[in-house]
Every structure is written in C-alpha cells, then in structure tokens.
C-alpha cells in the first residue's frame, strides 16, 4: 500500500535554530513529493517540491527539503527558524496512478519558542 | 484571481439533513478534488474530478456525491449528514499532472449533530 508518514506529531525548536521536520514515504515507482504548510483555520499552502533532478529543493519562506531515495524519505529543514513558521506542516506524495491522487501524511505540529 | 473559493465557511447540520458545499476555481485547472481533514489523521481524498464531466472516488467516499459539469464548479453533496462527517473540507485545484502542486480553498466547517 502506498503511504506517507510524519513520524513526529510535534517538533519544537528555539527561534534561530535549525529545524528538520521529517517525512518517509512507500510508494511505487517514481514520486512527486511535496510540502504543504496549514496556518490557523486557513487551507493548505505549497511550500515546495521533489520532481527528478537535484536532491535538495528550495521553496518558500526559507524552507529547503532533501529527497533521499535510499532511505525514502524527503525532511523539510530550515536554518534559521522564526516563530511565525509556527504551523502544521504536511508531506504529500502525488502518484500517476488513477488520476494523479495525492496521499497525505498526518502533519506535524512546528512550535518555534522565542 | 480568487484562486480556489468555497462556501460555506461554516455550517451545523442535523442527522438527516443533506446540503451541498460549494467549491470553485478561476485558474483553469482540470484536476480538482475533495478533502476532508480530522484531527490526527491527515488529509483523505473523498472525489476527485481530471475535467468536466468525469469524477472519481477516493479513499472515503461513501455519504458524498459530486459531479463536474465546468471546468470551474465542482459541488460536494452530502446525501444525509451523520455525525461522522463532522469534518474540516478542503477544495483542491491544479494542472492536470503528478508534477504540479495543489491549490487549496480556505475550508468549510462541517458540524453534524
């Protein structure tokens, strides 16, 4: 079965320190991988993602994600982590099989303490 | 450009009742699909439309109904609200294409007494 999970609920981080929020997924073939960031009662919004080529990918806000495909897993990190990236952070993976659906993980929480 | 729009913003049900949440995009996107979003669990697929006129079920699609008649428009019916799917529902927009990201509406939420 396909699947993506985020085998943390929660990370906290004191601002100004590196953040990794990590994310692993099982699927079949070559995926499409990306990151979704959820503020406060607002929907999902795309931060960046993994297509083929250079492993690491830069996106919004800071945010970078290494796709590794040996350990099938793609960790969202950011140097320097601010109290507004407080929210909850998903890892997806989009599969070309019947139509191009998009399995979730469960997100994590981010807390970044001042 | 408003992007992915849903109504309501929120809305109680009885058991019972059906209602339809709307949901449109104004990006011409062919791929549009139905989430629902519980507490712990992620985002699940209820429908999922690649153009007018053609729909297809997800993960959780039992109680919904949905139909695709623009390339603009595409409706969630709940046939008779349970308790069950008192649930956060998110719209999603995007090229129809596994490389391209999702465009999400701001949510409904759903309460079903």
């Known amino acids: 079965a396909q699947s993506v999970a985020q085998p943390e609920d929660q990370v906290n981080v004191a601002e100004g320190n590196p953040l990794t929020v990590k994310c692993t997924y099982s699927v079949s073939g070559n995926p499409y991988l990306f990151w979704y960031v959820q503020y406060p009662n607002r929907g999902l919004q795309f931060l960046l993602k993994?297509?083929?080529?250079?492993?690491l990918v830069k996106g919004s806000y800071g945010f970078e994600a290494e796709f590794n495909k040996s350990q099938t897993s793609f960790h969202l990190k950011k140097p320097s982590a601010l109290v507004s990236d407080s929210a909850l952070y998903f890892c997806?993976?989009?599969?070309?099989?019947?139509?191009?659906?998009?399995?979730f993980g469960a997100g994590t929480r981010l807390f970044v303490k001042a | 450009n408003a992007g992915v729009t849903q109504t309501p913003k929120f809305q109680v049900l009885k058991t019972g009742q059906s209602m339809t949440l709307q949901c449109a995009q104004d990006m011409n996107h062919e791929y549009m699909s139905w989430y629902r979003q519980d507490p712990g669990m992620g985002l699940r697929l209820i429908h999922y439309s690649v153009g007018a006129g053609i729909t297809d079920q997800g993960e959780v699609p039992n109680g919904y109904n949905v139909s695709r008649s623009t390339t603009e428009d595409f409706p969630l019916r709940l046939l008779s609200a349970a308790p069950s799917q008192t649930s956060v529902y998110f719209c999603?927009?995007?090229?129809?294409?596994?490389?391209?990201?999702?465009?999400f509406g701001p949510g409904t939420r759903l309460t079903v007494t």
């Open positions: 993994y297509i083929t080529g250079d492993n």
């Open positions: 999603a927009s995007s090229l129809l294409a596994g490389s391209y990201e999702q465009y």
């Open positions: 997806a993976v989009r599969v070309n099989t019947g139509g191009f659906k998009t399995i």
